[in-house]
């Protein structure tokens, strides 16, 4: 399908690098579930901080795999290939730079999308950083920094140019936030522009959207973000829909017990009980958000403060789901 450096990639959908989200636990989830790849939450380029148990989890890439993308944001370029190089040597095969990310608090420091606001700061880091390390280096961006100041072509031709293996551009400008339809236009002219694999990103929440975005842009692939929170089978979906033109039905309640169990004991067994019972808990309102009556049940469980009866009151829920399922079969 795409080539990043040494490595194939075999499906064109690719998990979109989230903060808070895209864990451990949900990246091998994912990749199990049909991603072709999956980008780790943002690890910060200042490794003074990375002694903190945030950045403890978000460096631990133990037992997952290839190619094992770690996602880095800052905006000093020394630091930020000193930060690559370290990931590289903690397991990173892929080293992805986020010039995509609006929150605020990576924007006051200058890092993430507000970088594209000062292109030579943005030579800078993508020349550091990819003489840094030799694994291939990919780059995330918005489509400009404003509707006045759309230099998302400009920003890729360099990132080409620097040697960046490949770049996912969501379709929106810094000053768009998430508001307004992503520009699809502005993607397909940067797949026009480059020779690097391009992942399209934006608003791609269902199989039929992510074949139109591919053919509308000629993107090597589609980058899912929101769309998988609670919906991890979404990339399943897309493969299945892509191959065969078919849409896969959503999965019967005894699968989504499974795969959401299956994903509670990895996120107790990552973080210990304290953390693991409270990233579950936001984790669970994702996968039973479309349940219409679940607020009950998710007020209840969101007292839980047990591994085990978390387990057990998810199965109890899905036990229900599934004799009314089958009654009403
Ligand atoms: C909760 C959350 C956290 C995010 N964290 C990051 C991040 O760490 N790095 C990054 O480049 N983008 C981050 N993003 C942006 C996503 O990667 C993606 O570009 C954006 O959500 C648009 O794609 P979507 O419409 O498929 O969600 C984040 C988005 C969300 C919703």
């Avoid at 399209?200 to 269902?206: L, Q, T």
Wanted: glycine fraction near 8%; aromatic fraction near 6%.
């Amino acid at each position: 399908m795409f080539q990043i450096g040494p490595y194939h990639i075999d499906r064109p959908v690719v998990l979109a690098p989230m903060a808070g989200v895209t864990d451990q636990p949900f990246r091998q989830l994912c990749r199990r579930l049909g991603a072709g790849l999956v980008v780790s939450e943002m690890v910060t380029s200042d490794s003074r901080l990375w002694n903190s148990r945030k950045s403890q989890t978000r460096l631990n890439h133990s037992g997952e795999a290839e190619p094992r993308s770690v996602q880095i944001a800052g905006g000093d370029p020394e630091m930020m290939a000193t930060a690559a190089r370290m990931n590289v040597e903690r397991g990173a095969q892929i080293i992805d730079i986020n010039m995509g990310c609006p929150a605020k608090k990576v924007c006051k420091k200058a890092a993430g999308s507000a970088l594209l606001k000062d292109e030579p700061l943005v030579k800078d880091i993508l020349t550091a950083v990819t003489a840094a390390v030799d694994v291939p280096v990919t780059l995330k961006i918005r489509t400009g920094w404003s509707s006045d100041h759309r230099n998302g072509i400009t920003i890729a031709r360099m990132a080409e140019d620097c040697g960046i293996a490949a770049l996912a551009v969501h379709g929106r400008t810094r000053a768009c936030g998430y508001s307004g339809d992503a520009e699809y236009d502005t993607i397909a002219a940067i797949v026009d522009a480059i020779s690097i694999p391009v992942f399209a990103n934006g608003d791609i929440d269902e199989p039929i959207k992510a074949k139109q975005v591919l053919d509308y842009t000629g993107a090597a692939a589609v980058m899912i973000g929101r769309a998988a929170q609670g919906r991890p089978w979404i990339f399943q979906e897309i493969n299945h829909f892509l191959n065969t033109g078919e849409q896969l039905p959503s999965p019967p309640a005894q699968e989504i017990r499974d795969i959401l169990c299956g994903h509670l004991d990895e996120l107790h067994r990552f973080y210990g009980d304290f953390m693991g019972l409270r990233i579950a808990r936001k984790h669970v309102g994702w996968y039973l958000k479309t349940h219409a009556g679940s607020e009950a049940f998710r007020k209840t469980f969101n007292q839980i403060e047990n591994a085990q009866e978390q387990h057990t009151s998810v199965r109890d829920y899905f036990e229900q789901l599934i004799t009314k399922e089958d009654k009403a079969a």
